[in-house]
């Protein structure tokens, strides 16, 4: 990738199982270690199909005794606006798979409303993330993100003037193909976060990952790119199916 993140680290696992395990593993430590040092641990989910199997983990026996969920505060890089019982509602996914199994306080957990319209909601959300982090030095202490085969990532898409926000934290688009709106973060937020993941699986995102690690810089064709944390780390977590036809003689290959 053309000007990484300081702190960029590939990891290829065999399968999303190995991929899921580690990223729980990570996302534990971290806590851990936030919450040691500043008494809470702020987090941004991610939708997609991707994260699913980590929500599941995070929410079984093991870590639910580890990880102290009553400081956790939880965000969404994105959301679609849909109603919240739809199916294609990242916050559903993350209720169900994750939230509603840990005890996390209901006043902690912070999904995104589309209501009473998404220009405005976007307004709210940020308003709140402003709130949240006024005066610290990072904003989330983990980021999770996807990566779809076309190279977006939260719904930050190809073309898009989302991709190039520098000023606003959280913005309205809409979706002609979907025919609705999404509300989702920009990189003026997601950079300044401590560790950003991408969780990566499957054979058809081999194409966008290998674009988007060893080809040129263009987050205006591969939004991914945009994300580069300012003074945080930047972890890929990819299974072997999308490393595919990455090259694996490049430095950063872990």
């Known amino acids: 990738m053309a000007s990484p993140s300081k702190a960029a680290h590939l990891h290829v696992y065999p399968d999303l199982e190995a991929l899921s395990q580690a990223a729980a593993s990570l996302f534990a430590a971290k806590a851990s270690q936030a919450i040691k040092a500043r008494g809470a641990f702020y987090v941004a989910l991610a939708g997609g199909a991707t994260p699913g199997r980590t929500y599941e983990l995070l929410s079984g026996d093991l870590y639910r005794e580890q990880v102290n969920w009553p400081l956790v505060h939880v965000f969404w890089g994105d959301e679609r606006c849909v109603p919240p019982t739809d199916p294609r509602s990242n916050a559903r996914m993350a209720q169900e798979k994750f939230l509603k199994l840990v005890p996390i306080p209901e006043n902690q957990i912070h999904p995104i409303s589309c209501q009473p319209a998404p220009g405005e909601a976007a307004k709210s959300y940020e308003d709140l993330l402003r709130r949240f982090f006024a005066g610290k030095s990072h904003s989330f202490d983990w980021a999770f993100l996807g990566l779809g085969p076309d190279g977006h990532t939260a719904s930050l898409f190809p073309g898009e003037p989302a991709v190039n926000e520098r000023n606003r ?23 300044r976060a401590r560790t950003v993941v991408f969780l990566v699986s499957g054979r058809d995102k081999a194409q966008a990952l290998q674009e988007v690690l060893e080809g040129e810089y263009e987050p205006q064709r591969l939004p991914a790119q945009a994300v580069r944390p300012e003074k945080g780390e930047l972890l890929w977590l990819v299974d072997q199916a999308a490393a595919a036809v990455l090259d694996p003689d490049r430095p950063f290959v872990l």
């Open 169 to 191: 934290w959280v913005i309205a688009v809409f979706r002609g193909e979907e025919g609705i709106f999404r509300v989702t973060l920009t990189p003026a937020v997601l950079n």
